[in-house]
């Protein structure tokens, strides 16, 4: 794929789908299998930081790349000038340095409340989060909501909807059948469809985690419908992390190039599976053909009498 920006801001959200699939999601599962907490104060405090640090940075990406889309489509002579390389990886670096300072908080309230019972061996101990005021969480929780959901969904939605007014409302030549297509006409093509794979990767991001900041929301304002909800929130958190793993598949089916790069490497290693094989092979017929050629002489030591060889 070229080194451009958009290259780039994918890049970094297949990083943070993975980082989500590698750090976040075996704690989440083995919290709802074990239903206790197992893996210690660090990791208490360490995997829920680490799980905001990965949202907020998917989530500003998100908001990066419509900028970028929207930039490349509305003003493609100055795209370039805008999301240079150097830019790009400058924007990146401040979306995960604004995401790390966002969820400071978490690392410091989370810590393992233990209870004097044990079961099956296993002490009783869950994660929480311990705020100095029930109003310090509220106010937190609202202000995550906004930032990681509603401001760049807005924003996302704003920018989305000018996209699609340029894309599939202005420029309909594109949509024309047997008609001559230039060579602009098959660059905003190709913008079209990497602006509908960016709209829903967003679309997908934003049903996935509604849930969870719901009943999140809910938790934390109602007393009464958080002891209903309880059971729900371990499943709205893994919906939220499966967001991670529908996006590479969206990158497989929805970004030619991308499947380009995939096909190119599958047929690499196969190529190399073959390779090594038929060297293996060689090597095996190489020293049967040696084992052959010395079988003779072999058979003529061995017919040789007893006497003769004393002699």
Same mark, same amino acid.
């Given at each position: 794929?070229?080194?451009?920006? !958009?290259?780039?801001?994918?890049?970094?959200?297949?990083?943070?789908?993975?980082?989500?699939?590698?750090?976040?999601?075996?704690?989440?599962?083995?919290?709802?299998?074990?239903?206790?907490?197992?893996?210690?104060?660090?990791?208490?405090?360490?995997?829920?930081?680490?799980?905001?640090?990965?949202?907020?940075?998917?989530?500003?990406?998100?908001?990066?790349?419509?900028?970028?889309?929207?930039?490349?489509?509305?003003?493609?002579?100055?795209?370039?000038?805008?999301?240079?390389?150097?830019?790009?990886?400058?924007?990146?670096?401040?979306?995960?340095?604004? !995401?790390?300072?966002?969820?400071?908080?978490?690392?410091?309230?989370?810590?393992?409340?233990?209870?004097?019972?044990?079961?099956?061996?296993?002490?009783?101990?869950?994660?929480?989060?311990?705020?100095?005021?029930?109003?310090?969480?509220?106010?937190?929780?609202?202000?995550?909501?906004?930032?990681?959901?509603?401001?760049?969904?807005?924003?996302?939605?704003?920018?989305?909807?000018?996209?699609?007014?340029?894309?599939?409302?202005?420029?309909?030549?594109?949509?024309?059948?047997?008609?001559?297509?230039?060579?602009?006409?098959?660059?905003?093509?190709?913008?079209?469809?990497?602006?509908?794979?960016?709209?829903?990767?967003?679309?997908?991001? !934003?049903?996935?985690?509604?849930?969870?900041?719901?009943?999140?929301?809910?938790?934390?304002?109602?007393?009464?419908?958080?002891?209903?909800?309880?059971?729900?929130?371990?499943?709205?958190?893994?919906?939220?992390?499966?967001?991670?793993?529908?996006?590479?598949?969206?990158?497989?089916?929805?970004?030619?190039?991308?499947?380009?790069?995939?096909?190119?490497?599958?047929?690499?290693?196969?190529?190399?599976?073959?390779?090594?094989?038929?060297?293996?092979?060689?090597?095996?017929?190489?020293?049967?053909?040696?084992?052959?050629?010395?079988?003779?002489?072999?058979?003529?030591?061995?017919?040789?009498?007893?006497?003769?060889?004393?002699?």
């Amino acid at each position: 794929m070229r080194s451009n920006s !958009a290259n780039y801001f994918l890049v970094n959200l297949a990083v943070a789908d993975i980082l989500v699939a590698v750090c976040c999601i075996p704690m989440t599962v083995s919290e709802i299998v074990f239903q206790v907490w197992i893996f210690g104060e660090f990791m208490c405090k360490i995997t829920g930081y680490l799980q905001g640090i990965y949202v907020g940075a998917s989530v500003l990406t998100i908001v990066c790349m419509s900028a970028d889309r929207f930039v490349a489509i509305r003003y493609p002579m100055k795209n370039r000038q805008i999301f240079t390389v150097t830019k790009t990886k400058q924007l990146i670096g401040i979306t995960w340095l604004l !995401a790390i300072a966002v969820m400071v908080p978490l690392i410091l309230v989370r810590k393992v409340d233990h209870y004097d019972l044990v079961v099956n061996d296993m002490p009783i101990s869950y994660c929480v989060e311990q705020w100095p005021s029930h109003n310090h969480r509220q106010i937190y929780d609202i202000f995550l909501f906004c930032f990681i959901y509603i401001i760049p969904g807005t924003v996302v939605l704003l920018l989305y909807s000018l996209i699609g007014c340029r894309l599939w409302v202005k420029d309909a030549r594109l949509g024309r059948q047997n008609s001559y297509i230039t060579n602009e006409a098959k660059m905003m093509l190709s913008r079209r469809r990497l602006a509908l794979m960016m709209i829903i990767i967003s679309i997908l991001f !934003a049903i996935c985690w509604l849930p969870y900041y719901i009943l999140n929301i809910l938790m934390v304002f109602s007393n009464r419908i958080s002891k209903q909800v309880i059971p729900l929130y371990p499943f709205a958190l893994l919906l939220g992390h499966s967001n991670s793993a529908q996006n590479p598949i969206l990158y497989c089916f929805m970004h030619r190039k991308f499947k380009e790069c995939i096909v190119r490497i599958v047929k690499c290693q196969c190529s190399k599976i073959r390779f090594e094989r038929q060297i293996t092979i060689s090597k095996g017929y190489s020293s049967q053909k040696r084992g052959g050629a010395d079988a003779p002489f072999l058979q003529k030591q061995d017919s040789v009498p007893l006497e003769h060889q004393q002699t």
